[in-house]
């Protein structure tokens, strides 16, 4: 990886994987790019108007810069995506599309993040395996399922160096999430430190599988830069980390916050699509084929994440 572009870079993942790429490889080396206009609060650097889903613009971006991986996160979450289908159809398969286009004739390697939200209720809902049914009732899912098949066509069709991951709920507190099913994760922190309460959308007992945002990021660069002669699955990998209710994630945060209260309000659209994912996927095909192994459990992610995001509301506070 020399020259690096970032697509939906100012989302929960791009906001912290452009800040990692640039510690690690030349600052200016990594292009951050998307619909939205970076404010004051972004990180510095190169940054570019782009919209995924036209053509000319991700060809000209990766033309200017000289291009040789992009890491393709412009997308929208299972939640948003079951209120705006169509829309979601158009950004999630029409922006990878344009991307893998672009990737083929430039030349370009392609991350690609697939989701828990691949599976369906027919899955095998314990320890889902790497290799299984995979039949989503949600768009969001649909267009995860074509997506790593459509990544793996252009890896074996044309040879373009697609890897990508099934990302569980993500928490972190630099970015807000972008409206998704495990959006309670984060949220709940947010309200603990202001509030000392939270309304869960989600039942108490809804089992998913988490992870904070240092592994999802440490994921995503491994994988990349993983010797290409021991992947044997590629598109997409389950990664896995931690795996809780919110009513252990309440538990967990009282321990630090002790009169902190949680309340449930179920929203049964966000419910629906929780219920038809697995509660837990076994990742042992990346931890064979890549050695991917994570860094934060329940415990050590709210301890991490109560610390860092009370250090950051007071900062926005003296603001
Ligand atoms: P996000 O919603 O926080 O960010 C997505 C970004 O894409 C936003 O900044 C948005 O402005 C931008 N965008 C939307 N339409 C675009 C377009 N047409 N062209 C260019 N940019 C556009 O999402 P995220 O959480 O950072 O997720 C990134 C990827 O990771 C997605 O593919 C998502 O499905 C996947 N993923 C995320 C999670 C999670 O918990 N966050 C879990 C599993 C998989
Ligand atoms: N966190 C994501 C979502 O809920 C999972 O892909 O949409």
Aim: charged share 25%; net charge negative; hydrophobic share 40%.
């Amino acid at each position: 990886m020399k020259r690096i572009l970032v697509t939906g870079a100012l989302g929960q993942i791009g906001a912290e994987l452009v800040l990692a790429l640039r510690e690690r490889y030349e600052p200016d080396a990594v292009v951050a790019s998307d619909i939205r206009i970076p404010t004051d609060r972004d990180p510095p650097g190169p940054f570019e108007y782009v919209d995924c889903t036209e053509l000319r613009q991700v060809k000209e971006v990766v033309r200017k810069y000289d291009v040789d991986t992009i890491f393709h996160l412009a997308a929208l979450l299972s939640a948003v995506a079951e209120g705006k289908p169509r829309v979601a159809w158009e950004v999630n398969m029409g922006g990878l599309y344009k991307v893998l286009e672009v990737a083929r004739e430039s030349h370009c390697a392609v991350f690609h993040p697939s989701s828990i939200g691949a599976f369906g209720p027919s899955t095998p809902r314990m320890s889902t395996p790497q290799d299984t049914i995979q039949r989503p009732t949600t768009m969001y899912g649909v267009t995860k399922v074509a997506g790593e098949l459509l990544c793996d066509y252009y890896y074996h069709r044309f040879g373009v160096d697609t890897r990508g991951v099934r990302y569980p709920g993500l928490i972190s507190y630099v970015a807000p999430p972008g409206g998704g099913t495990t959006d309670y994760a984060v949220e709940i922190f947010y309200d603990a430190i202001r509030n000392q309460r939270y309304t869960c959308f989600l039942k108490s007992d809804t089992c998913l599988d988490m992870m904070y945002m240092p592994d999802a990021i440490k994921a995503a660069i491994d994988l990349m830069e993983a010797d290409p002669s021991r992947l044997e699955h590629r598109n997409a990998f389950n990664v896995a980390a931690a795996n809780f209710t919110p009513d252990a994630l309440a538990k967990e945060i009282q321990k630090h916050i002790p009169d902190f209260q949680m309340e449930y309000d179920v929203d049964p659209v966000r419910q629906d699509i929780a219920d038809s994912w697995p509660d837990s996927i076994d990742d042992s095909a990346a931890r064979s084929e890549w050695d991917w192994a994570p860094s934060y459990d329940l415990e050590s992610m709210t301890r991490d994440m109560l610390e860092n995001l009370a250090k950051k509301l007071k900062k926005e506070k003296r603001l």
